[in-house]
């Protein structure tokens, strides 16, 4: 791919524990618009240590993270670009559990200054690519673990991010449902080429993605 | 979906914890709605009765804030006679007596001639002798008494010769004897709880024409000169410093403290625990881009809601009491239950504060969550 990275990692370096604990070790990576990733690793790798530093969700020891030209820091502090550039993906869902897929889905939406009827036809779009119209006034407590994660998708589809940070979305999910999960991210990242950083320790997921790196102890391979 | 319909969906997901918590503050608000509405409903029925008697001074005992147990000097009366503002002078001596083991009632001893029988309808007679009696309409109702039949005050019998019907709860509730009987039987002769006093309000001073205010402070200046021992104040300045209303307000505020106390910590404890609990749900939010000055508001809006439904129920429950104790046959011939809409505004006024203020340690502790730690908490 000759595309200007979207995202430039040089010299990462991570830390834990006032330095006993090393995590990440002089990582080097770019990803490119478009791109579908998966960083592939066992546990403790340093594979979602390196995810959460790209999502700006913690901050590294040493070294630097470009979001295209800028710093990542620089980039973060910005109001609203986490909320308009970037979208996560989590293992565990984390949905509301007294909202409705509807609901759960406009989250991000209420932080955006737009018309309330705006707001609602962004979230219904956002559940139309996941494919849940049918449950749209659903409680999520009502849906299956491959529902739930594609309201947790739709909600990080719904301000149109750039890039989707995913951390281990099929651990979770049993192989059928993981799979049909994978075949959405994958159509995701064709029909709206949005850029995908997946972390998983599935060796099924790489078949799914671009291009692949494997992390172990803290280094890329 | 807006902030508020978050916060009240995430109280309504926890009815348990929300339901105990209302029912908590809804107590607290409950105990400060009873006791202040208590406080206020006899302060009420005091000012009530001094404007019905066109009180606008009232001289008694100085030094002794106790209607009960002051007494002064009758003759006082043909002193202050002599000041020509003064339109009216009546006595009043003031006792209590039991009706029996478990009901009292006011007993007043009035001046047969007394101006004030012209504010009461009364059905049946006025006093013309020592052993009469006029009785509330409020207490021959609750005694079974009609006109005719006899009443203990005191130990010593009086016929009843008249019902009266008082724009007062206090009077209403009350017996009416004459004057000197009263005196005799309190061992009292001569004495006197209070004098109400009427000013003529329309005057001139040092040639300029006055105001009622100006002329009821000059009358008072007055009788102060000419009778230093006594004490003359204006009827709203009496009730603020009786002093059973005013340790009743005392106590009722006191309690009420102690119980708004311990409604913001019970909110507290409730908004940090659910916080704790929500630690991973705030952390997304975090994560997708809200602000935290709206998680702020989020965590501050329930708390507010608690506040809020804890209000409403301390103002029903309150209100509850109140008519519940407004039956005891010391309180029944009293006043009734006054529904006070500006009292009822500022208890949900409070009701908020006391919300907002709980919900401050919490959202601060929401907003201080880290997402990458949030989001392992799970």
């Known amino acids: 791919m000759n595309e200007q990275p979207l995202i430039r990692v040089v010299d990462l370096s991570r830390y834990y524990q006032d330095g006993r604990v090393l995590a990440l070790d002089r990582v080097n990576l770019e990803i490119t618009q478009g791109e579908f990733l998966v960083i592939k690793g066992p546990s403790g790798s340093g594979k979602s240590t390196l995810l959460h530093l790209i999502g700006g969700l913690d901050l590294p020891t040493r070294g630097a993270i470009y979001f295209k030209d800028k710093t990542i820091k620089e980039v973060y502090r910005r109001r609203g670009f986490r909320l308009n550039h970037l979208g996560f993906v989590f293992q565990a869902f984390y949905l509301w559990p007294m909202l409705n897929v509807l609901e759960n889905v406009l989250l991000p939406l209420m932080e955006a200054s737009l018309k309330q009827q705006e707001k609602l036809q962004k979230a219904k779009e956002a559940i139309g690519l996941v494919d849940l119209q049918d449950k749209m006034y659903s409680s999520v407590n009502n849906l299956s673990t491959g529902q739930r994660q594609r309201v947790a998708i739709a909600r990080a589809l719904v301000m149109g991010p750039q890039l989707i940070l995913a951390d281990e979305p099929t651990g979770n999910l049993d192989s059928k449902t993981a799979e049909n999960i994978m075949n959405l991210f994958r159509m995701l990242n064709k029909q709206s080429r949005v850029t995908i950083v997946m972390v998983t320790h599935e060796e099924k997921a790489l078949e799914f993605s671009d291009r692949w790196i494997k992390l172990s102890d803290g280094k890329v391979q | ?378």
Not at chain 2, 94 to 123: C, H, M, P, T
Not at chain 2, 169 to 175: A, D, H, I, Q, T
């Open chain 2, 1 to 378: 979906m807006n902030l508020p319909a978050l916060a009240f969906k995430n109280l309504w997901h926890r009815k348990i914890r929300t339901g105990l918590t209302i029912l908590g503050v809804g107590t607290s608000i409950a105990v400060f709605v009873s006791l202040v509405g208590l406080a206020s409903i006899f302060t009420d029925a005091f000012r009530q009765m001094y404007k019905l008697r066109q009180t606008d001074l009232v001289v008694r005992e100085k030094g002794n804030f106790d209607f009960l147990s002051s007494g002064i000097d009758e003759k006082y009366v043909e002193r202050i006679q002599q000041i020509p503002e003064v339109l009216s002078i009546s006595k009043i001596l003031i006792d209590f007596s039991a009706a029996n083991s478990k009901n009292y009632f006011l007993v007043l001893g009035w001046e047969q001639d007394s101006g004030l029988f012209s504010k009461l309808r009364i059905v049946g007679r006025t006093l013309q002798r020592d052993n009469e009696a006029l009785v509330g309409a409020a207490l021959v109702k609750k005694l079974k008494k009609q006109v005719g039949d006899s009443i203990e005050v005191k130990g010593a019998w009086f016929t009843i010769v008249g019902v009266f019907e008082s724009k007062s709860m206090f009077e209403e509730g009350s017996v009416i004897i004459a004057l000197d009987k009263l005196q005799k039987i309190k061992k009292v002769p001569g004495k006197v709880t209070l004098f109400n006093l009427t000013i003529q309000k329309h005057g001139f001073s040092a040639g300029r024409p006055v105001s009622g205010k100006e002329q009821i402070e000059r009358v008072r200046s007055l009788i102060t000169k000419l009778l230093p021992d006594i004490d003359v104040r204006g009827a709203e300045e009496i009730i603020s410093v009786d002093n059973s209303l005013a340790s009743f307000l005392n106590f009722a505020w006191a309690v009420s403290t102690v119980a708004f106390i311990a409604a913001i910590l019970g909110i507290i404890n409730t908004m940090v625990t659910s916080v704790l609990e929500q630690t991973s749900k705030l952390g997304i939010l975090l994560a997708i881009g809200w602000r935290k000055s709206r998680i702020l508001l989020l965590v501050l809006d329930e708390s507010i809601f608690l506040g809020l439904l804890g209000g409403i129920f301390g103002l029903i429950l309150g209100y509850g009491i109140m008519n519940v104790l407004m039956l005891s046959p010391q309180l029944q011939n009293i006043s009734r239950v006054n529904y006070n809409f500006i009292f009822m505004i500022k208890v949900i006024l409070v009701s908020l504060l006391v919300g907002f203020l709980s919900g401050i340690y919490p959202a601060i502790r929401a907003i201080s969550i880290k997402p990458i730690e949030a989001l392992r908490y799970e």
